[in-house]
């Protein structure tokens, strides 16, 4: 089960207006996924665009755009949409992506172009929000190589530099450990009144095992009940056990989630190029000395 393209759409929102009232946009969208989409699961529906908006809206908005182009309903006045005579007398099964697409004008397309470009099912909100996904995952992928390659010694400041942009307090750095784990102490507070230990492991292909984590929390006794174990890898079914069971609050970061905090919080990643989406500013053209 998944949400409904944006040109699944169609036929509902044409369905609310067939009655020919004009209703706002958000309405618009209120009443389609009521009728149509409120059975489906929660985790679908309160899915997000990359900008936080609702996806389930978001593709009904993007329906009634494309109904625009293709001429099925148009905008009376402001913030409001209509059905058109062309709307209610069309046949539902002609109402495709496909004849939205060569009804509606397409002022950039050059006058001699012979190319046809294949129709896709995503709207364009979907086609960024897939785009950067795919460079996520891509840069993540990369980032987690590097770090598997990584020195070993070194990959604890990596480790310390992303605690502290998370908003913890300063760190120590403590002595170089001869099997290649990395430790530290992390304060929670700007203070130091808590601490966290920290042992991270640059492993190329190996699990933490359970001994690991006993170890980890054999040298946490008496110091701290707060510690934080990361890793390149992954964690042996056993370790996880251990460390759920420990008296002690211990955290497990393998290496999926360390890139994706790394990420979140621009640690070994930069921003390369930055975009802008603009929409048209309906709150100018009702000005009325424009």
Known sequence: MDLPKFNDTFLPILDILDDGQIITGRKLIELVEQKYYSELPAELLN????????????????????????G??????????????????????????EKM????????????????????????????????????????????????????????????????????????????????GIDGVMNEDKLGLEKIYIQAKRFTENKVQETDIRNFIGAMSGDTTKGIFVTTTDFTESAKKKAKEA???????????????????GVGVQTKNSYEVKAVDTDFFEMEDV
Not at 48 to 67: C, D, F, H, P, V
Not at 72 to 95: D, L, W
Not at 104 to 133: H, M, W
Request: proline fraction near 3%; charged fraction near 30%; charge should be positive.
């Open 47 to 70: 899915q997000t665009t990359k900008s936080g908006e609702r996806l389930i809206e978001n593709r009904i908005a993007w329906g009634k755009s494309y109904l625009k182009k293709g």
């Open 72 to 97: 099925m309903v148009h905008y009376p006045e402001r913030g409001h949409v209509q059905i058109t005579e062309k709307g209610k007398s069309a046949n539902r099964e002609s109402i495709t992506l």
């Open 101 to 180: 697409n060569a009804d509606a004008i397409d002022f950039y397309r050059p006058e001699n172009s012979q190319i046809e470009k294949p129709v896709s099912t995503l709207s364009p909100q979907d086609l960024i929000d897939t785009g950067i996904e795919q460079i996520e995952r891509n840069v993540k992928n990369e980032l987690l190589e590097k770090l598997k390659k990584y020195d070993p010694y070194a990959f604890e400041k990596v480790v310390l530099i992303l605690l502290n942009k998370m908003g913890y307090g300063e760190y120590v750095e403590t002595s170089k450990s001869r099997d290649g």
């Open 247 to 265: 008296h002690h609050k211990i955290i497990l970061i393998d290496g999926v989630r360390l890139v994706d905090l790394m990420y979140k919080y």
